[in-house]
Antibody, heavy 119, light 106 residues
Framework: QVQLQESGPGLVKPSETLSLTCTVSGGAISNYYWSWIRQTPGKGLEWIGYIYYSGNTNYNPSLKSRVTVSVDTSKNQFFLELSSVTAADTAVYYCARGRHGYSGQFDYWGQGTLVTVSS | DIQMTQSPSSLSASVGDRATITCRAS??????LNWYQQKPGRAPKLLIYAASSLQSGVPSRYSGSGSGTDFTLTISSLQPEDFATYYCQQSYSTPHTFGQGTNLEI
């Protein structure tokens, strides 16, 4: 059974960089798309971007200037960096897998991690 | 970006009832429409992909239909575990976008 687990700081200061790791277990990271998605009470679910196992990326234009997603296939992990954060970036962050061959059908999700942006 | 609009925003129903949730896309998305269920404190769970295909392990009382801009999620006979929030999401183009959610309550 594939499992995803987010990890990283739960508190980030304004203007700093949010960094999260998603560790994939029970299956290979190869041949799939891997996404980051966040959820806030105000904006709902927002897709941040994806990385294909080979390293190709696609980002939400609303965040593109601040987002970097990377992958380490040897460790079965992928990563999110979001720079210059503000309170508006406070959210529950999820990592998710795209169904085989499809970037946008999310069949496995992590449990989510709350990141609060505050000084 | 493609805007996804769900209706209703909330729905009250009883166990055994049939529930229908609709989703409209701001432009044609063919059948690239997915449905998720989310319970409080949990991640969304994929129910239906490609408008009408049932994800493995999802009960057959769930069904989806539609194409183009108008889609429907139907739960044929509500069970206690079905009371949750439901989201539609388009995977036709990036950025992948979600509806605002429908809260299905008892």
């Amino acid at each position: 059974q594939v499992q995803l687990q987010e990890s990283g700081p739960g508190l980030v200061k304004p203007s700093e960089t949010l960094s999260l790791t998603c560790t994939v277990s029970g299956g290979a990271i190869s041949n799939y798309y891997w996404s980051w998605i966040r959820q806030t009470p105000g904006k709902g679910l927002e897709w941040i971007g994806y990385i294909y196992y080979s390293g190709n990326t696609n980002y939400n234009p609303s965040l593109k200037s601040r987002v970097t997603v990377s992958v380490d296939t040897s460790k079965n992990q992928f990563f999110l960096e979001l720079s210059s954060v503000t309170a508006a970036d406070t959210a529950v962050y999820y990592c998710a897998r795209g169904r085989h061959g499809y970037s946008g059908q999310f069949d496995y999700w992590g449990q989510g991690t709350l990141v609060t942006v505050s000084s | 970006d493609i805007q996804m609009t769900q209706s209703p925003s909330s729905l009250s129903a009883s166990v055994g009832d049939r529930a229908t949730i609709t989703c409209r896309a701001s432009q044609s998305i063919s059948i690239y429409l997915n449905w998720y269920q989310q319970k409080p404190g949990r991640a969304p769970k994929l129910l239906i992909y490609a408008a009408s295909s049932l994800q493995s392990g999802v009960p057959s009382r769930y069904s989806g239909s539609g194409s183009g801009t108008d889609f429907t999620l139907t739960i044929s006979s509500l069970q206690p575990e079905d009371f949750a929030t439901y989201y539609c999401q388009q995977s036709y183009s990036t950025p992948h976008t979600f509806g605002q959610g429908t809260n299905l309550e008892i």
